[in-house]
Nanobody
């Protein structure tokens, strides 16, 4: 059974930093691209960042470029999202997801397995 277990998140002031983690099990983690999605209150889910299985390429939505960094440690089966200079508009439920192959896709339906989600709230 594929499992993605998230940790991290919480409440932070604007300008602060957080790191999200996502541990995968039940599949060959290093064979699959991974992504981080977020769903702000009352809005649709969006792909925030994605990374290929061997970390040779990554993607960021424009709103987080230069502030967020997606990385992975295939030896630990773990995906990370380092979030810096957080803003109130980054407030959302963040979820990791595994892709369908080694290359990331921008299409949400290409990520069949999702973590449980973790809340990130940026407020003063």
């Amino acid at each position: 059974e594929v499992q993605l277990v998230q940790s991290g998140g919480g409440l932070v002031q604007p300008g602060g930093s957080l790191r999200l983690s996502c541990v995968g099990s039940g599949f060959n983690f290093d064979d699959y691209a991974m992504g981080w999605f977020r769903r702000p209150p009352g809005k649709a889910s969006e792909l925030v960042a994605a990374i290929n299985s061997n970390a040779d390429n990554s993607y960021y939505t424009d709103a987080v470029k230069g502030r967020f960094t997606i990385t992975r440690d295939n030896d630990l089966n773990t995906l990370y999202l380092e979030m810096n200079d957080l803003r109130p508009e980054d407030t959302a439920l963040y979820s990791c997801a595994s892709g369908q192959g080694p290359l990331f896709s921008l299409a949400p339906h290409s990520y069949p397995n999702w973590g449980q989600g973790t809340q990130v709230t940026v407020t003063s």
